[in-house]
């Protein structure tokens, strides 16, 4: 059974730094990809980064580029998102998703093609 479980949320100011973790059980990780995603308040959840276990290449969304880093840890099944220099639009709930499968490219953006999720930790950006 995949578990995926979040941590690290909180409110921060704009300007500030927090990093989320995100602690997986159970998951096949030889061809498997981790991610997070976020859903902002009457909005649709929307893709912000991932990071692949196997060669560990990742792939961020436009509007966090540059300001958040993925990374892993294999060792401890953990994934990683650092968000610096926050903005009171990166206010959300964010959520960890993982997939057994290699998805390509234009696949892993996609919430739909991930099968296990999180429950999703709150971040709350004051400005």
């Known amino acids: 059974q995949v578990q995926l479980v979040e941590s690290g949320g909180g409110t921060m100011q704009a300007g500030g730094s927090l990093r989320l973790s995100c602690a997986a059980s159970?998951?096949?990780?030889?061809?498997?990809?981790m991610a997070w995603f976020r859903q902002a308040l009457k909005k649709e959840r929307e893709f912000v980064a991932a990071?692949?276990?196997?060669?560990?290449?990742?792939h961020y969304a436009d509007a966090v580029n540059g300001r958040f880093t993925i990374s892993r840890d294999s060792a401890k099944n953990t994934v990683y998102l650092l968000m610096n220099s926050l903005k009171a639009e990166d206010t959300a709930v964010y959520y960890c998703?993982?997939?057994?499968?290699?998805?390509?490219?234009?696949?892993?953006?996609?919430?739909?093609?991930?099968?296990?999720w999180g429950q999703g930790t709150q971040v709350t950006v004051s400005s």
């Open positions: 998703a993982a997939d057994s499968s290699r998805l390509i490219v234009s696949a892993l953006r996609e919430a739909a093609n991930y099968d296990y």
């Open positions: 159970g998951l096949s990780r030889s061809n498997g990809i």
């Open positions: 990071i692949r276990w196997g060669g560990g290449s990742t």
